[in-house]
């Protein structure tokens, strides 16, 4: 079936460390790809996107690139800030579904000062 | 305020209780979900509806029901609450590109 894996966390980083958060699909046929965002006590924000292979989302100095090779779709950020602390959620969407979603188990980010 | 507004924000409710919870949207869309998200699990599809004449099972239909009241609003019932339903739920819309959904701010829901 159709699925995504995202790594487990928490993670917990220093200010200015370097984030990869791992994410990887299992989908029929070609997917968009998804990071969401959840702040404490908000809902969840499109952080970036990637609808075909190769291509590159990034917003906010995050990044994730589509690797269709690897069925992967990798967040990351070269400098983490305490304001990114959040919940990170990888997601799929496959074509000609509509707008709905399948998400991974999301990841917790804790960046310490 | 809000593009997408839930009522409530938080609700207790003894078991066997029938409960509703409320979206509605001011993004002029036309496509609108409901999504539960439990720790570890994710976010789960539970029902969705393209227009106001549209209603679909998700992933995880059993024991909920919904109504499209308009184009700006999709509600979800839990019929005869059960403890295992306590969770956040979210209400989300997309336009019929789909280029992004749209999230409410969600509704912690806990069945005692």
């Known amino acids: 079936g159709n699925s995504v894996t995202q790594m487990e966390g928490p993670v917990t980083l220093s200010e200015e460390a370097f984030l990869t958060i791992n994410c990887t699909y299992t989908?029929?046929?070609?997917?968009?790809l998804f990071w969401y965002v959840q702040y404490p006590g908000e809902g969840l924000q499109l952080l970036l996107k990637?609808?075909?292979?190769?291509d590159k989302g990034s917003n906010k100095g995050f990044e994730a690139t589509y690797r269709k090779e690897t069925t992967s779709f990798h967040l990351e950020k070269g400098s983490v800030q305490v304001s990114d602390s959040a919940v990170y959620f990888c997601?799929?969407?496959?074509?000609?579904?509509?707008?709905?979603?399948?998400f991974g188990q999301g990841t917790e980010l804790s960046v310490k000062p | 305020d809000a593009d997408v507004t839930q009522t409530p924000r938080n609700r207790i409710t003894k078991t066997g209780k029938r409960i509703m919870l409320e979206c509605s949207q001011t993004?002029?869309?036309?496509?609108m979900y409901w999504y539960r998200q439990d720790p570890g699990l994710g976010l789960r599809l539970i029902y969705y509806?393209?227009?106001?004449?549209?209603?679909n099972k998700g992933e995880i239909s059993d024991g909920y029901s919904v109504s499209r009241q308009a184009q700006a609003k999709f509600s979800l019932s839990l019929e005869s609450a059960i403890p295992n339903q306590t969770a956040l739920y979210f209400c989300?819309?997309?336009?019929?590109?789909?280029?992004?959904?749209?999230f409410g701010q969600g509704t912690r829901l806990t069945v005692v």
């Open positions: 989300a819309t997309s336009d019929f590109r789909d280029t992004e959904a749209f």
């Open positions: 989908a029929t046929g070609y997917p968009s």
């Open positions: 990637a609808t075909k292979a190769d």
């Open positions: 997601a799929l969407r496959l074509t000609n579904q509509g707008g709905k979603l399948i």
């Open positions: 993004k002029g869309h036309d496509r």
């Open positions: 509806s393209f227009d106001v004449k549209d209603i």
